[in-house]
């Protein structure tokens, strides 16, 4: 059976993620970024990566971009206006802020899906059981990888947007009010900046996973009973 031939583009946070994952899961990827120093370190460090050139990226199976959503699309017309074929290449799009439907637009003649990551890259770095989202059923090729770090889930990408911006607020409110409280009683910086590093990740940690101490049961016990009234 052929070697499946899969290709990484980007190597910040996301990109960096992935390939650890894939990496503790044997698979191997085709690492590209065009600092070729910065990339060869970087493959040093994962045994199962390989450093490509640009115009390798053409005898691919699968490209998966873990770049901007303002760096894809100029990214691929690069790509073209140097005669790099992608006409047989599956392109995968993880941009939470790019559309893949206006990536299609731009580049109709190409196989483009998008596969989004629900949740933030250092989870996915420390912990793998990504959860990633797509609008279509995904080929073979491109479904093999991603469901051995996690899971795939059938749903829109505005559906995503929406999910990461209503965490995202929460969260950021949360901290900017624990914050704001710590300070009004004059409690040592070094103390808010514990609570928000330390503590409040990991009591809503254990709430999710139903593992809260009596502490913090009780607590949630008293503003539930609040709420109620």
Known sequence: MQQIRVGLVGIGRLGTSLVKQWDQMKKAIGVYHPDTLKLDQFCQSYENSYPINKREL???????????????????????????????????????????????????????????????????LENGDGLFISETSLPTQIEEYFSSIGRIKLDTEERLIEVNTLATYYAAKAAIELESIFAKKALDPEYAARALTSIAPEVIRSYSNGTLGHFAKEIVKELQGTKAE
């Open 58 to 124: 053409e005898n691919l199976d699968v490209i998966i971009l873990a770049l901007s959503a303002a760096g894809i699309i100029p990214f691929i017309s690069s790509l073209l206006a140097e005669d790099i074929s992608l006409g047989n290449t599956k392109i995968v799009n993880m941009a939470t802020a790019l559309s893949t439907i206006e990536i299609c637009k731009k580049f109709p003649l190409l196989n483009v899906y998008g596969v989004k990551y629900m949740g933030h890259s250092r989870d996915l």
